[in-house]
């Protein structure tokens, strides 16, 4: 393989990672595949308050990629010391341009719910809706070590109703 061929491989490679890791979806609706057969603790609770609030990544892979794209296009720049310093200013300039990216990219809003147990306890959860839970609604709460959710309980509603 010639040099040419290294260097697009060496691009190639860190933008395949930030392109697949751009799509981080925090919505209650959307479950991974190892989420796939998976027990949770569920609690019952009423939404008691929630506020909007602006959610943002924090992985920072998009910098990483970012400079390693950086420093591969910046080392083609000369031979020797030239190259050296090509790559260490590329990787400056690609880490930012990635991190402006990753930053614009994973941006989204959502709420911070408070929410009171059947035990009553208070707790509080931050969750990518687009709109609310009103404050009283009957809620689950899924507890998971990586991401919990919050699901309006549709059978609270059907306990209160009286027979007919």
Known sequence: MTK?????????LPLAFVIGA????????SYNAQSVGEVRRVERGTIESY????IQGGDEIGTLAGAGVGAAAGSTVGHGAEGVIGAIGGAIIGGLIGKSIDKSASKKSGFEYIIRTESGSLVTMVQADQQPL????????LFSGAQSRLVFDHNALRQNQPPQ
């Open 4 to 12: 040419y061929k290294y260097t697009r491989i060496a691009l190639a």
């Open 51 to 54: 506020r909007w609030v602006n």
């Open 22 to 29: 751009c799509d981080a979806n925090k919505s209650p609706n």
């Open 134 to 141: 009103p404050e009283g609604a009957p809620v689950l709460i």
